[in-house]
């Protein structure tokens, strides 16, 4: 009998646990982001001598603050890096002013900045500010594989939309 109650109990615990994790994992996540992607490629520079920026802030020529999460300077080309936490589904064109997401949990839709257009504003504002060539710099928005990203293309120019795991073979790609 007590064997019969430590298993029922056990049963019960893995039950909560396995219906709470995926819940849990969006949660962690969603706080956590940056930091996560952050370690990633902090790691991808690392393993190929790479010099790494991260949480860096500047003053564009009218005053505004220009924020990118992560630089990776490579061999060939810089790399602008900022990160995005989306769950659902994420769809829309190259050259629409904004992206519509669907939330499957919550059940909400939402229109959200298109990355590509944010990629490139922020490529050019940092190619003003620290005198690169554009040609030298690729931007990357970051986004976690829980997203189901449907764009009908995945790349825009020198922009790129890519899951961390992704990530490496894109550097790999233009190194």
Known sequence: MP????????L?????FFSLYPLLNRVILKKKYKKIYSSKVRNISKRNNF????????????NETLIIDQLLCGKK???????????GILSGKVND???????KVHKTVEYINNMFEASKNTLNSFSRISKIDK???IGI????SECDVRLEKKE???????????LTKLIKKFE
């Open 77 to 87: 080309y810089v790399y602008v890096i900022n990160d995005f936490c989306h769950f």
């Open 51 to 62: 010099q790494f920026l991260d949480n860096i802030e500047l003053q564009t020529l009218n």
């Open 3 to 10: 064997l019969f109650i430590a298993t029922l109990i056990a």
């Open 135 to 137: 040609t030298m710099l």
């Open 156 to 166: 825009n120019e020198f922009n790129f939309v890519v899951t961390p795991l992704l």
């Open 97 to 103: 002013n904004s992206w519509i997401k669907v939330d």
């Open 141 to 144: 928005s970051l986004i976690n």
């Open 12 to 16: 019960i615990f893995a039950i909560i």
